[in-house]
């Protein structure tokens, strides 16, 4: 018998297009795997292709040692018989039920009366703090509260997989981190294993134990969050995890150069598909890797200085967010606000500033007109899931 979960080909297209291309995937028992992309990349509907919502056009499913999906030979285990627990973007719990009958109504549907004589509804009430909850209806409940209910409706009958679409997107910020850091610690505590979809990669890096970052309906890179972190494989995935800075760079007689003629040493930099005798690269970077000066005496020995003008400035309490142009390109950056605060204030769009990076914070890919374009649409991601 094997732990794992498995995906394998998986194919689902709505007439011509080709929404999850030949998806391969492999979770282990015990696992917290998020799929994590932009809008429209296909996660909600792998997702619901896992639940049995969706019929895929081929491929095969695998739960441990069931098969659940399989394209050929037509095996397709209904979503009522894959033993799993759902939580959806929209809470979907049952108006018309009390808290104490939504959390009930898996144990009910499987027959698990036992469960329910042992106290199996107040336990998972409990768990995410809605013990008090148990009589009231779903239309008396915040949002965050009507969500932790689905969560305990999820968990309760110890299914073998929960999938999770989107949960939190409804919520606002501060409640978004209380149940996301309830539903990290449940999966601590109870080693559940999952498959979150979101689009918020600080959601993605806190829950995942691996993260499959998609794009158009494949997998991109499929590591553990530190890997991605560090490692992007594409300009695309570097893009989506944050690294907002983008630097064009072209090889000319004396090495690496900018856009905007500085050059660049590469030996300390993170190199990836770039051939030997390739020409032509782009840089990506985090905000946070760049720095201000006042002047080019500041730049630390080994760091890239670049020539740059103001373009705007943001206060945000202890730092400022600052857009610089250099060439053609914007870069930007977070300047401590007690450093920098006097000098940007004083400063007009078109100042010259001083910028600087260490060339080990740069993550180079060979250049790729159709891997910069997927990555230039990210800039469309609201801020917090792209920062
Ligand atoms: N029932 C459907 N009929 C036709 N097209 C669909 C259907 N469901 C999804 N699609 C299309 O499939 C593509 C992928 O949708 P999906 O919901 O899987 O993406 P997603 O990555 O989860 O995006 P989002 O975060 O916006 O939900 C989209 O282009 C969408 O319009």
């Not at 329910?116 to 009231?136: H, S």
Request: hydrophobic share 40%; glycine share 8%.
């Amino acid at each position: 018998m094997t732990s794992k979960f498995r995906v394998s080909g998986l194919t689902k297209s709505y007439g011509t297009n080709v929404v999850v291309d030949q998806l391969d995937l492999e979770i282990e028992e015990g696992e917290f795997l998020v799929l994590l992309g932009p809008s429209g990349c296909g996660k909600t509907t792998t997702l619901r292709c896992l639940a049995g919502l969706e019929t895929p056009q081929d491929g095969t499913i695998t739960f441990k040692d069931r098969m659940v999906f399989d394209g050929q030979s037509h095996v397709n285990v209904p979503a009522h018989k894959r033993n799993i627990g759902m939580v959806f973007q929209s809470y979907a719990l049952w108006p018309h039920m009390t808290v104490r009958k939504n959390i009930q109504y898996p144990l009910k549907v499987r027959n698990m009366k036992q469960d329910i004589d042992r106290g199996a509804v107040e336990a998972a009430a409990e768990m995410v703090d809605c013990a008090k909850l148990l009589d009231r209806y779903p239309s008396q409940l915040s949002g965050g509260q009507q969500q932790r209910v689905a969560v305990a409706r999820g968990l309760v009958a110890h299914p073998d997989l929960v999938l999770f679409d989107e949960p939190l997107s409804n919520l606002d910020a501060r409640l978004r981190d209380q149940v996301r850091s309830q539903i990290h610690q449940l999966h601590q505590k109870l080693g559940f294993t999952a498959v979150f979809v979101t689009h918020d990669q600080s959601e993605a890096f806190a829950l995942g134990d691996r993260l499959a970052i998609m794009k158009s309906g494949k997998i991109e890179q499929y590591d553990a969050p530190e890997h991605v972190f560090e490692n992007p494989v594409s300009e695309y995935v570097a893009a989506f995890i944050g690294m907002g800075n983008r630097l064009e760079l072209r090889r000319g007689h004396d090495g690496w150069m900018t856009s905007a003629g500085d050059s660049i040493d590469l030996q300390r930099a993170t190199v990836r598909g770039l051939a030997d005798k390739g020409t032509a690269a782009v840089a990506r970077f985090r905000p946070d890797d760049l720095m201000l000066h006042r002047s080019m005496n500041e730049v630390p020995a080994g760091n890239v200085a670049l020539h740059a003008e103001l373009v705007t400035y943001e206060y945000g309490g202890r730092h400022f967010d600052v857009t610089v142009k250099t060439g053609t390109e914007e870069l930007t950056l977070r300047a401590n606000a007690q450093e920098h605060s006097v000098a940007l204030r004083e400063s007009k769009p078109g100042a010259p500033m001083v910028v600087s990076f260490s060339p080990s914070a740069l993550r180079v890919f060979a250049a790729d007109t159709a891997d910069a374009d997927a990555a230039r649409q990210l800039a469309a991601v609201p801020a917090e899931a792209a920062a």
